[in-house]
């Protein structure tokens, strides 16, 4: 039994060598309003993902922009002597989830109060790679 766990844990990490993730927490948009943006570049190339984000109007994609350029930095960090261009880089997942809300009033007609949620979100993109070398 113990062969067989460590073989698997090593077949686990062996996979977990060609990815690389970034975690965004408490970012103050909406989660609707950052998944129309993390649709747009979700199983993209890294290259194509860049240019969508940079070309994108939504405020939501400046973030996302910046979220995308730190993952590809974690994975340069884990794979030193790799190149991107070698590896074909993609964005394997991206995942946008609901975050902590603030919580206002908001005055209303005749002294009555509305709340007001001020939504948050997080989002976990991963990264993968391609390493089909062709010959």
Same mark, same amino acid.
């Given at each position: 039994?113990?062969?067989?766990?460590?073989?698997? /844990?090593?077949?686990? +990490? /062996?996979?977990?060598?060609?990815?690389?993730?970034? +975690?965004?927490?408490?970012?103050?948009?909406?989660?609707?309003?950052?998944?129309?943006?993390? &649709?747009? #570049?979700?199983? =993209?190339?890294?290259? +194509?993902?860049?240019?969508?984000?940079?070309?994108?109007?939504?405020? /939501?994609?400046?973030?996302?922009?910046?979220?995308?350029?730190?993952?590809?930095?974690?994975?340069?960090?884990?794979? $030193? &002597?790799?190149?991107? $261009?070698?590896? &074909?880089?993609? #964005?394997?997942?991206?995942? #946008?989830?609901?975050?902590?809300?603030? +919580?206002?009033?908001?005055?209303?007609?005749?002294?009555? /109060? *509305?709340?007001?949620?001020?939504?948050?979100? *997080?989002?976990?993109? #991963?990264?993968?790679?391609?390493?089909?070398? =062709?010959?």
């Amino acid at each position: 039994m113990g062969v067989r766990k460590r073989e698997r /844990a090593e077949q686990i +990490k /062996a996979a977990k060598k060609e990815l690389a993730f970034a +975690k965004l927490n408490n970012c103050p948009t909406s989660p609707r309003k950052m998944r129309l943006v993390a &649709d747009l #570049v979700r199983g =993209q190339k890294v290259e +194509k993902a860049l240019a969508i984000l940079k070309f994108s109007q939504k405020e /939501a994609s400046r973030r996302l922009e910046k979220l995308l350029l730190s993952a590809i930095a974690n994975w340069q960090a884990k794979n $030193e &002597d790799a190149s991107i $261009e070698d590896a &074909d880089l993609f #964005v394997k997942e991206i995942r #946008v989830d609901g975050g902590s809300m603030l +919580k206002r009033l908001r005055p209303a007609p005749q002294g009555r /109060a *509305h709340r007001i949620r001020k939504r948050s979100n *997080h989002v976990t993109l #991963v990264l993968g790679a391609n390493n089909n070398t =062709q010959s």
